[in-house]
Protein backbone atom coordinates (compact mmCIF):
# COMPACT_ATOMS: atom_id res chain seq x y z
CA UNK A 1 0.00 0.00 0.00
CA UNK A 2 1.43 3.50 -0.81
CA UNK A 3 2.21 6.09 1.90
CA UNK A 4 -0.32 8.79 2.43
CA UNK A 5 1.95 12.18 1.13
CA UNK A 6 1.62 15.22 3.16
CA UNK A 7 1.68 18.46 0.95
CA UNK A 8 3.86 21.02 3.02
CA UNK A 9 5.31 24.37 2.41
CA UNK A 10 8.90 24.88 3.35
CA UNK A 11 7.92 26.96 6.26
CA UNK A 12 5.36 24.52 7.08
CA UNK A 13 8.06 21.73 7.32
CA UNK A 14 10.46 23.73 9.32
CA UNK A 15 7.84 24.38 12.03
CA UNK A 16 6.69 20.68 12.24
CA UNK A 17 10.09 19.49 12.69
CA UNK A 18 10.96 21.98 15.45
CA UNK A 19 7.49 21.45 16.82
CA UNK A 20 8.78 17.41 16.97
CA UNK A 21 12.20 18.30 18.56
CA UNK A 22 10.45 20.16 21.33
CA UNK A 23 7.97 17.18 21.79
CA UNK A 24 10.33 14.91 22.15
CA UNK A 25 12.88 16.64 24.17
CA UNK A 26 11.52 19.22 26.10
CA UNK A 27 8.15 18.03 26.29
CA UNK A 28 8.95 14.36 27.31
CA UNK A 29 11.31 15.51 30.00
CA UNK A 30 8.70 17.32 31.66
CA UNK A 31 6.41 14.73 31.71
CA UNK A 32 9.07 12.02 32.66
CA UNK A 33 9.68 14.73 35.78
CA UNK A 34 5.86 14.70 36.43
CA UNK A 35 5.31 10.96 36.71
CA UNK A 36 8.67 10.42 39.10
CA UNK A 37 7.37 13.64 41.50
CA UNK A 38 3.42 11.87 41.15
CA UNK A 39 5.33 8.59 41.98
CA UNK A 40 6.87 10.10 44.46
CA UNK A 41 3.77 10.32 46.30
CA UNK A 42 2.85 6.44 47.13
CA UNK A 43 0.39 4.81 46.27
CA UNK A 44 -0.60 4.33 42.26
CA UNK A 45 -4.05 3.17 42.14
CA UNK A 46 -5.63 6.20 43.87
CA UNK A 47 -2.72 8.95 42.32
CA UNK A 48 -4.82 10.97 40.16
CA UNK A 49 -1.68 12.80 39.37
CA UNK A 50 0.39 9.84 38.47
CA UNK A 51 -2.69 8.88 36.25
CA UNK A 52 -2.98 12.78 34.48
CA UNK A 53 1.08 12.36 33.98
CA UNK A 54 0.60 8.85 32.32
CA UNK A 55 -2.17 9.92 30.26
CA UNK A 56 0.01 13.67 29.02
CA UNK A 57 2.42 10.57 27.92
CA UNK A 58 0.62 8.78 26.14
CA UNK A 59 -0.71 11.59 24.44
CA UNK A 60 2.08 13.27 23.72
CA UNK A 61 4.25 9.76 21.71
CA UNK A 62 1.01 9.86 20.00
CA UNK A 63 1.60 13.31 18.97
CA UNK A 64 5.35 12.49 18.00
CA UNK A 65 4.40 9.27 16.25
CA UNK A 66 1.63 11.49 13.69
CA UNK A 67 4.21 14.11 13.05
CA UNK A 68 7.22 11.79 12.47
CA UNK A 69 4.79 10.26 10.10
CA UNK A 70 4.12 13.02 8.31
CA UNK A 71 7.29 14.28 8.30
CA UNK A 72 8.56 11.47 6.62
CA UNK A 73 5.94 11.39 3.90
CA UNK A 74 6.40 15.10 3.43
CA UNK A 75 6.35 16.47 0.00
CA UNK A 76 7.21 19.90 0.31
CA UNK A 77 5.96 22.43 -2.14
CA UNK A 78 7.77 25.11 -4.14
CA UNK A 79 6.91 28.82 -3.33
CA UNK A 80 4.43 29.90 -5.83
CA UNK A 81 3.73 33.47 -5.90
CA UNK A 82 1.17 32.73 -9.19
CA UNK A 83 -2.27 35.19 -7.64
CA UNK A 84 -3.45 34.01 -11.31
CA UNK A 85 -5.56 31.01 -9.45
CA UNK A 86 -6.04 29.93 -5.89
CA UNK A 87 -3.00 26.91 -4.91
CA UNK A 88 -1.83 25.84 -1.15
CA UNK A 89 -0.03 29.00 -0.27
CA UNK A 90 -2.54 31.32 -1.73
CA UNK A 91 -4.27 33.83 0.53
CA UNK A 92 -7.82 34.14 -0.46
CA UNK A 93 -10.47 36.98 0.12
CA UNK A 94 -13.59 35.58 0.10
CA UNK A 95 -17.24 36.84 0.08
CA UNK A 96 -20.23 34.58 1.37
CA UNK A 97 -23.11 35.28 -0.26
CA UNK A 98 -25.48 33.69 2.26
CA UNK A 99 -24.03 35.48 5.26
CA UNK A 100 -23.03 38.68 3.39
CA UNK A 101 -19.53 38.49 4.91
CA UNK A 102 -16.06 38.73 3.98
CA UNK A 103 -13.54 36.65 5.35
CA UNK A 104 -9.43 36.04 4.40
CA UNK A 105 -8.16 32.57 4.22
CA UNK A 106 -4.48 31.20 3.93
CA UNK A 107 -4.44 27.50 2.03
CA UNK A 108 -2.07 25.49 3.35
CA UNK A 109 -1.25 21.59 3.72
CA UNK A 110 -3.41 19.94 6.30
CA UNK A 111 -0.16 19.71 8.54
CA UNK A 112 -0.04 23.31 8.77
CA UNK A 113 -4.04 24.37 9.38
CA UNK A 114 -4.63 26.21 12.23
CA UNK A 115 -8.24 27.20 11.69
CA UNK A 116 -7.45 30.19 14.55
CA UNK A 117 -5.72 31.84 11.83
CA UNK A 118 -7.58 31.17 9.19
CA UNK A 119 -5.41 28.83 8.20
CA UNK A 120 -7.18 25.84 6.03
CA UNK A 121 -6.01 22.75 4.78
CA UNK A 122 -6.29 21.90 0.99
CA UNK A 123 -8.44 19.01 1.93
CA UNK A 124 -10.64 20.83 4.00
CA UNK A 125 -14.42 21.84 2.44
CA UNK A 126 -13.59 25.13 1.54
CA UNK A 127 -9.87 24.43 0.35
CA UNK A 128 -10.92 21.98 -2.15
CA UNK A 129 -13.35 24.15 -3.39
CA UNK A 130 -11.20 27.51 -3.79
CA UNK A 131 -8.21 25.19 -5.57
CA UNK A 132 -7.48 26.37 -8.93
CA UNK A 133 -10.14 29.05 -9.37
CA UNK A 134 -9.57 32.94 -10.17
CA UNK A 135 -10.74 35.49 -8.88
CA UNK A 136 -14.57 36.36 -9.85
CA UNK A 137 -15.50 32.76 -9.60
CA UNK A 138 -18.33 31.54 -7.20
CA UNK A 139 -17.54 28.26 -5.63
CA UNK A 140 -20.07 25.62 -3.89
CA UNK A 141 -18.63 24.69 -0.60
CA UNK A 142 -20.19 20.94 0.45
CA UNK A 143 -19.30 20.88 4.10
CA UNK A 144 -20.89 17.62 6.57
CA UNK A 145 -23.60 20.13 7.49
CA UNK A 146 -24.70 22.57 4.95
CA UNK A 147 -23.57 23.36 1.21
CA UNK A 148 -22.87 27.79 0.39
CA UNK A 149 -21.28 29.64 -2.11
CA UNK A 150 -18.30 31.72 -1.92
CA UNK A 151 -17.12 33.91 -4.17
CA UNK A 152 -13.23 35.11 -4.91
CA UNK A 153 -12.72 38.69 -4.30
CA UNK A 154 -8.82 38.81 -4.35
CA UNK A 155 -5.58 36.24 -4.24
CA UNK A 156 -2.40 37.01 -3.40
Not at 5 to 32: C, F, W
Not at 121 to 138: C, F, Q, R
Request: proline residues 1%; negative net charge.
Amino acid sequence: MAEKQYLMTKKGYDEAKEKLAYLQTVKRQEIVERIAEARSHGDLSENAEYDAARNEQAANELEIAELDYKIKNAVILEENHDTTVVHIGSKVKVYDVDMDEEDYYEITGSTEADAMHNKISNESPVGKALIGHKVGDSVKVIAPNAEYELKIMEIA
